[in-house]
Every structure is written in C-alpha cells, then in structure tokens.
C-alpha cells in the first residue's frame, strides 16, 4: 500500500525544531543517536494518583521479553527541565531558543513537544474534539511546551508548526475542526436489513424447491424466486465490500498519518506526545501489521499516544457492531453447512473466515487503546467532558523519567521484543512502553517488519531465487519536469505454500518489496504489500492456477535508476528477487510508452481511490505480461500510449512490423485516434492464430512529420495443443 507522501510536510517542521535539541557546552549527548539504544519514558504514579519524583534506578527493573536489562541511564525531568540524573550529568542552565515561528522559548534543552492530530471527524465529534483540544492549549500553558495542529483527511495535511503561540494554535484548532472531513460510516444497519432480507428470500426459495421437485408446474415460481434471492445477495454483498473498503481506507489514512509522524521524530529529544482525536480507529486483519508498526515505531522514537475518542459518552457499547458482524459469520456458515453443495456458493460464504476474523477487530474504541496504552500514553474517552483525562496528559507532561538501556539481544531479526516495568514501591502504578520491532539500526528502507527479510534478500551477494518472481518497469509519458513509470511484479501462485488455518480454511501469506535507487544508491521511491490470504479448501487448486500481481505506478525526474524487487513466502520463508534500470528522460517531442501486451483485465473494487496508473482505464485495470507472452491461439492485446509533439503538427500514424528469425513477415498501418488531453491510447488484437509457431519481435514506430519513435516488444506462438486436454 502507497505511503502518505503528504507526510514529508511533517519532516520540515520537525527538522526545523531539531535546532531545539542541540545540548548545551557541556551537557552529556542525549540518547537518541543509535536506535539499538532504547530509550522509555516512564511515568510513576502514587496510589492516590500523584507523580512520584523521588524514584531511584535502584527501584526500577526492566526486561526485555523476560530477560533484565542493564540500565545505563536514569534521569528525571520536570517542566522541561532536568531535575537529577543518574549516572549524574551537568545541570541544564537557562537558555532562550527561536522556535520556527519565530517565538522566543527559555529552557528548552528538553522540551515537551506535542502533536495534535485531527482524525476524519463527524459534526459531533468535531465540537468535542475542539473544546478539548482548547482546554489542553489553554491547560497546559508553559514555555517548555510547543504543540503543533496536523489533520487527516486521505492524506496529512500539517496546519501549524510547532509553536508556543497559544493564539496561533487556537486558530488552527478552531479551522481543523470546523471543516467538514468525510466521515466513513460502518452502515451496520443497512447491511443487517439486506442480511435479513436475503435470508428471507433464500428461505422462501428453499421452500419452493421443495415442493415442486416433482412439479414442473412449479418451475417458473421456483426461478422467480432464485432471481430474487440472487438480487438480494447482491446488495448484501455490495455493502459489505463497501463497508470492508470503507474500513480498510480509514484504517489506512489514519494509522499510516500516526506511523509516519512518530518515525519522523526519532531525531528530536525530549518527551514526545501525540494527541490523537478520533471516532475510532479501523483495523481489519489486512491492516494489523500497520498498527503493530505504528506502535512500534513510536515506541522506538519514544513518542506517546494519547487517544481522545471524541465520539463522547457512548450510550451502547462498540461491541454490539462487532457481535452483528461474528453472528452474521456464524449464519453464513451454517448456511454453507445446509446448503450441501446443492446451491453456487456466495461472496459472503467465500468470505466467511474474514468476516469473523474482522468482527474481533470491530471495536475500535479498543484498538485505540490498544495503540495508547501500548506507546506509554492512555485512552481518554466515554464522557462528554473530556477535560479531566486531558488535566490527566498535562499531569504526564509535568514530571516523568527516562530510562536507557542497550538490549542484551543484539540481533535485529525484526521480530518484537515486549518490554516490562516492575517498580519496587508499594502502591506504585507505571505507565510505559509495550515493545518494539528489532529493526537494524540506520535502515531507513525498512517500515514494516516484513520488508526486513525482502531488504535482506536484495541487498545478498547472490540473490535469492527460490520464488519465481517476475519484475518489469513500463515506461509512459511526461508529467512535468517528471516521467511516469509503472512497476508489474508477478508471482505464481503454485510457488507459495498452503498452510491449513483455523476452521479448516487454507492460508497463503506472501509479501513484495520494490525500491528505485537513483544513481547513487539512495532510495527514490518504495512500495510494499503484505497479503494474507484465506480460502476455502476446494478453491485452493483454482487460485493456485493464477499469479498474485503487484503493480506500483510513479513519477521520476530525469536521471538513470535502478528497480529492485523481491518477494517472499512467509510459510516457507523462501525469497525471490528481479531487477532492472529504469531511465527517465525529459520531455522533448514525440514520445511512446513500453508497448505492453496484456494479460487480462480486473475489475477495480467500488470505493478504491483514484489512480494515474495508465493501465487502469475507469474501474477496469489492465494486467500486462511482464515475462515473452506465449500463446497459442486467439488474439494478444497490445496497449501502447502516444504522445504526440503538438497538436498543431500534422497526426501521428503507426506502423506494426513483425519479424521471425531477422526477416520481416508482415505489416500493419492501424488508424490512430485523435490526442484527448495531449495524449493517444491506442490498443489493437493481434491475430496469433494466424502466426506459425515460433519466436516474434513487433516493432511498433509511430511518425509525427520528421519525429519518430519506435519500440520492440516480443512474444511467442506455441504449437497447437494435442492430446486430452488437462
């Protein structure tokens, strides 16, 4: 899944504030140099609820998945300012610091920086968000404080740098949360009544059936019928897909917004906060790995998440959605048991296992604890005052510890290492850190813990090639001082391993990786996917026929680059991995894309967000072959993009040569259409039944007056198949 590239306006800001950080003459280094250093804040509190202040690193342990660690500093600050340390450093004098706004700060060797982050909000929750965000500026007005305002909505979008300007922050408060995000609504009700309905219509049609098994007289009730419960499964399953989509795509904004602004902050020091106000996070089982990094890399950046639900007192609980969802799953089930075969198979009977594996994943006030209490932070929510749990996160802000330690297992593996506190102070409760994923330090190619093995397998001084996979990079026009690539990896299906799951299902699990390199070795652009897969058993060998296809599209400015891709079975553990350059030149003239010969055609799923992919045309996107087609008969598209010099020149034509063995067998003069917004698609059947068997080469030449550009492409034609088919 593409990453918030809307984040990068989160680096400037941060970077900006780094200035803040810099020690003073004679300070000790703050611990945040090396990410195999880990650094917790952890805050202490009394029985009655107070910061305890006096803690020593002798009343503290800590452990890493069950082994102590060794802590090699301890220090305590209140307000910004450290208060002791152990071992003992120099005090931090007073100094006055510029913030990016321009406001003068004193005391600032570590400061208390927060984030507040406005998730897609409805009406109600954007007034409550709002007055608690305003209490908090109003709360917590302190020098050693700077917050800054960023908003999601499909992307992130920064509306306040850092600042200690209690009016500036106001203001960008108060636009936040008067806008009118789009607010993705679970629909639970509406698909419960098509549930209903559907269930009524099958039962009706059952009946039916039973009766005029021996009457033809029946027949035409028993069709009119079958169509009725065919439509009313139809709109069962189309909500469904959009309630999935519309889950997933709030999951997606909302969790890779917080990952990508905790990542960023791993080089600023001092306590990290960011104040997370939502309806609730979505986290269905394809976006699990997404919320583990999130918490992950806040905790390795030491960033804490405090989530404000902003939906208020909630008069029913947030698991009546979830219990809908898993009792719908059990009825899809027994359905499939009754059925007997008798019946085709429906959507929501293929997607049994993901209902009830989603419903767990259903209550999102959960999941917003979860990332919270996780990263050290809390839950503030169930009430419409939210001030006291905001009083709460000021009180973590005042006084809180931080704790170093270097793990004793120095082996980056990616897996996660869960950390516990224990204090030896009656009475005492700690509010820490959960774990981290054990990513190598410095590896900035890695965000998810899966890609570790991929940039592993790439960075081998003989590649793995256990899997397969197959990579190309098609070349399209210019967008600007930019060029449009589209990167296709392929990998048979019949290569991953199946693995039985719960309930009898069949799993498969495979994740890509693709980086572009740039002529120095740095990373231009990089895409991932995680796929778990659940099927039912007899569709195992159908799905095993096919290819699971990743396709990136993107923009580079002129210069010589480098694809690398990899693949892994996460079963097996086997990797693949293919390569290539890719050159990206400037506009200058008449241009073609890669002639690309295509595969087949997928429908695009209702709700999925637009794309400048050239492959995708509408709802429908266009798989190309990324290996030498070979085929024996029927007709292999081929999908070329022109793009004409001017259209004041004379039409652009185009001239298909085919040649086997060096010598030229046929040509082609197709008519081109006319340039619709500066550009021409053109795609035309070429006739293989008509070929002998054997190795072709098409050469595609489009002329403009005196312009020319030509490309090749090749492909094969078999043999006519003999025997039985198979």
Do not use: W
Not at 140 to 162: G, H
Not at 639 to 668: D, H, I
């Amino acid at each position: 899944m593409k990453r918030l590239v809307a984040a990068l306006c989160a680096v400037s800001a941060m970077a900006a504030v780094a200035a803040l950080d810099r020690p003073p003459s004679g300070a000790q280094a703050v611990f945040r140099s090396a990410t195999d250093l880990v650094v917790l804040d952890v805050v202490v509190r009394d029985r009655r609820g107070q910061i305890v202040r006096d803690l020593k690193s002798s009343e503290i342990e800590i452990q890493e998945d069950g082994s102590r660690q060794h802590i090699t500093q301890f220090r305590f600050f209140e307000g910004g300012v450290l208060v002791n340390s152990e071992p003992p450093t120099s005090s931090d004098p007073s100094r006055s610091v510029v913030t990016p706004d321009g406001t003068t700060v004193k005391t600032l060797h570590h400061p208390n920086l927060v984030t507040m982050v406005f998730d897609q909000l409805g009406p109600q929750a954007r007034t409550l968000a709002r007055t608690a965000a305003l209490d908090f500026v109003r709360l917590q007005d302190r020098p050693d404080v700077l917050v800054s305002v960023f908003q999601i909505d499909q992307t992130l979008r920064l509306t306040q740098q850092f600042t200690t300007d209690r009016q500036r922050l106001q203001a960008a408060i108060t636009q936040v949360t008067g806008e009118a995000n789009t607010q993705y609504l679970s629909g639970t009700d509406e698909l419960k009544r098509a549930v209903e309905a559907a269930d009524a219509a099958r039962q009706a049609l059952d009946a039916a059936s039973a009766v005029a098994v021996n009457a033809a007289e029946g027949a035409p009730t028993v069709a009119g019928l079958a169509q009725q419960a065919a439509m009313a499964d139809f709109v069962v399953n189309a909500l469904r897909m959009t309630q999935t989509l519309q889950r997933e795509q709030q999951g997606i904004s909302s969790l890779h917004a917080l990952l990508s602004l905790a990542k960023k902050q791993q080089i600023l020091s001092g306590r990290k906060t960011i104040l997370f106000f939502s309806e609730g996070l979505q986290a269905p089982p394809s976006l699990e790995h997404v919320l583990k990094s999130a918490i992950s890399e806040a905790n390795r950046a030491n960033v804490s998440i405090y989530a404000v639900d902003a939906r208020g007192l909630l008069t029913g609980s947030d698991m009546h959605e979830a219990r809908d969802m898993l009792q719908d799953a059990v009825q899809t089930s027994q359905r499939q048991n009754m059925s007997r075969g008798n019946r085709p198979v429906t959507r929501e009977e293929v997607m049994v296992s993901d209902t009830a594996e989603s419903a767990i994943r259903l209550n999102t006030q959960a999941t917003l604890a979860e990332l919270a209490e996780s990263t050290g932070g809390t839950l503030i929510g169930n009430s419409n005052d939210l001030r006291k749990g905001i009083t709460r996160a000021i009180g973590d802000l005042s006084g809180y510890y931080e704790a170093a330690y270097t793990p004793t297992n120095q082996t980056f593996d990616g897996r996660f290492r869960r950390i516990t506190i224990k204090v030896a102070r009656p009475g005492a409760t700690v509010q820490a850190r959960s774990g981290y994923f054990a990513l190598p330090p410095g590896e900035a190619a890695v965000d998810f813990p899966y890609e570790l093995d991929l940039v592993m397998a790439l960075r081998a001084d003989t590649p793995p090639h256990d899997l397969p996979l197959h990579a190309r990079t098609f070349r399209f026009g210019p967008e600007g001082d930019r060029q449009r690539f589209t990167l296709v990896a392929e990998l048979p299906l019949d290569s991953v391993r199946t693995t039985t799951a719960a309930r009898g299902q069949q799993q498969l699990h495979f994740s890509f990786l693709a980086l572009v390199r740039d002529g120095s070795g740095g990373v231009a652009e990089k895409f991932s996917e995680d796929t778990p897969v659940l099927v039912a058993p007899d569709r195992v060998a159908a799905l095993r026929q096919g290819s699971a296809v990743f396709i990136r599209s993107f923009t580079l400015a002129p210069g010589d680059y480098t694809m690398q891709a990899a693949a892994m079975d996460q079963q097996s553990r086997q990797r693949g991995v293919a390569q290539g350059p890719i050159a990206a030149a400037r506009a200058s003239g008449l241009a073609i894309s890669t002639p690309a010969f295509i595969k087949r055609t997928e429908s695009i799923s209702p709700g999925a967000l637009p794309s400048s992919d050239p492959f995708r045309v509408g709802e429908t996107r266009m798989v190309p072959y990324v290996t030498v087609p070979e085929v024996r008969s029927g007709d292999l598209p081929l999908f070329l993009m022109v793009y004409p010099a001017s259209t004041e020149a004379p039409p652009a034509n185009v001239l298909l040569e085919f040649s086997r063995q060096g010598k030229v067998t046929g040509r082609s003069t197709p008519a081109l259409s006319a340039p619709d917004q500066g550009q021409i698609s053109f795609i035309a059947p070429i006739p293989v039944s008509r070929f002998p068997p054997g190795d072709y080469e098409l050469r595609v030449a489009v002329q403009q007056g005196s312009q020319t550009a030509e490309e090749s492409v090749k492909f094969t034609v078999l043999p006519p198949a003999t025997g039985p088919p198979r």
